[in-house]
C-alpha cells in the first residue's frame, strides 16, 4: 500500500551546510499492517513522517501511497494523523476544536456533531468538552487528539509518539485503541521512543538511525525472538545452568545471567542443568527482543 524506493531528503543549514536527514530509505507497508518506527532522537523520524504525509517532497527517490505522491492522496482520501504536539488554538474548547477538525476532515455538516459525540465517548473525554484547550492537563490534551484521528476513517493512520503524556491506564488503552483500529485495507504507522509499546503493537518495526533503516525487526514469533539474553534464577544448582549455557555467569545477586543465544540450545542447557539436579524457580528476559535489536543496530543515541 505504502512505498517508499530509495528516498533521501537533504536540506541546506542557515550556514549553508548540507544536512542529510533520510538517505536511501526503500520499503513497503502493507495493506493490514501495523508498522513501527523507532530511532534516537535527530535519527530522521520525524521527516520518514513527513515524507509520508506529503509535508515535504524527497530531494531523491519516490513515495507512493496506493500509486499516488502521498499529497495527492491525502488531498483525495485524506489521512488520520496525530502529531506528537498538537497546535491548535489555546482559546478553543474541546468541542470547538473537535468540529472545526470534523469539518477540514471532510465530515458532512450534518454528522459533524453526532461524529464529534461519538469520538468524546470514545476517548472518555465528556467532562472536559466545554474546557478550553489551555485548561487541559497533557494527557487530557492528548486525548483530543486520539480523538480527531477517529474522526475521520482513514486507510492510512500516522501516529507520531503518541503516548506521550498519557498515564499508564490510558496508555493501555491506547493499546485497545489501535487494535480496534486494525482493518484489512487499512495501514497504521507508528513512531515511538517507547520500543515496549511499539513490540507490543506493532507486526514490523523500522529502526532508523542517521538517516538510514538499519534493520526491520519481525515481531511476534518472527526474527525478533530468536536471539534473547535471559535472567535465570535458580533454586538449586546455579553452577549447573552456568556449565551448560556457553557464556553465562552468576551475578552478584546470585542469579544466572545468560547472553542471547539460539533457542534450541537455550533449551538444550536448561534440560541438561535439570536433569543433573539443578531446580529452575524463574527466567525473565534480561531486555526485550526489541531492545535488544535496537541496541544492535543504533551506534549512538538514547
Known sequence: MIVLDGVAKTYASLLGRRVDAVLDVSLEIAAGEVLGIAGPNG???????????????????????????PRTFVER???????????????????????RL????GVPADRVTSE??????????????????????KGNFQRVGLA??????????????????????????????????????RAIVIASHNLDELERLADRVAIIDRGRIQRVVTMKGGDAADRMAYRLRAAAGAALFVAHLDGA???????VDVPPMELVALNAGIAAAIAEGALLASMTPRESALEQAFHSSVGHGD
Open 43 to 69: 535519527a530522521g523520524k520525524s521527516t520518514l513522517l513527513a515524507l509520508l504525509l506529503g509535508f515535504v517532497r524527497p530531494t531523491a527517490g519516490t513515495v507512493r501511497i496506493d500509486g499516488l505522491a
Open 77 to 99: 482520501y485524506g489521512v488520520s494523523y496525530v502529531p506528537e504536539l498538537m497546535a491548535l488554538p489555546p482559546t478553543w474548547t474541546v468541542q470547538d476544536a473537535l468540529a
Open 102 to 105: 470534523a469539518r477540514l476532515s
Open 116 to 137: 464529534v459525540d461519538r469520538v468524546i465517548e470514545a476517548l472518555a473525554i465528556a467532562e472536559h468538552r466545554g474546557k478550553r484547550l489551555r485548561a487541559l492537563s
Open 148 to 185: 480527531q484521528a477517529l474522526l475521520l476513517d482513514a486507510r492510512v493512520v500516522i501516529f507520531d509518539e503518541p503516548t506521550h503524556g498519557l498515564d499508564p491506564v490510558w496508555t493501555q488503552k491506547f493499546r485497545d485503541f489501535v487494535g480496534a483500529m486494525r482493518r484489512a485495507d
Open 249 to 255: 555467569s552468576i551475578d552478584a545477586g546470585g542469579d
